[in-house]
């Protein structure tokens, strides 16, 4: 799917993809402001400022949106009907190297999506790959087919990881 005509039939400069959720469409946008947009009759309904450059692609899970930037930021955020709430803003470490046309000295970008599995959340940066979230990982739930899920240890501390 071309997604330029999309974004054009949205009127903005979209960065970093889609992702679809609760009826609306979620993109990012150039300016660092992502926004939701009615799934059938393409209506704003909302911006949420991120103060950043967002080339990663936003990211739909457990009902909030998921994403790192450009200046080395990673957010979450939960959207509702008409506005969105950050529920985390994290600054990742300075990086050492020179890497993705980045200066050392600055924090670690974002450019690829998160993946969001078993309470734990999951993105690399330029400089290492991070996991976020319970030391254990959440029992998954039945599936369709019927079977039991995994039912593992009782969910402890949160903590983070990072591999470089």
Partial sequence: MNN?????????NAQGGIALGAG??????NDGSPGAWDQRTGKLLW???????????????DGKLYVG??????FIVRPFQ????????VELPISKDDNAGQSAGL??????GAAISRG???????????????KAAKPTTASSSG???????PQRSTYASRTP
């Fill in 4 to 12: 330029v005509p999309l974004a054009n039939s949205f009127g903005i």
């Fill in 24 to 29: 609306k469409i979620f993109m990012g946008q």
């Fill in 47 to 61: 911006t949420q400022t991120l103060g950043t450059v967002q080339k990663a692609p936003l990211v739909m899970a």
């Fill in 69 to 74: 930037t450009e200046s080395g930021r990673f």
């Fill in 82 to 89: 008409d506005h969105a709430e950050i529920l985390s803003s």
């Fill in 107 to 112: 924090p670690e970008p974002v450019f690829g």
């Fill in 120 to 134: 734990r959340i999951f993105f690399v940066s330029t400089g290492g790959v991070y996991a976020i979230g319970t």
């Fill in 147 to 153: 079977r039991p899920g995994w039912t593992g240890p």
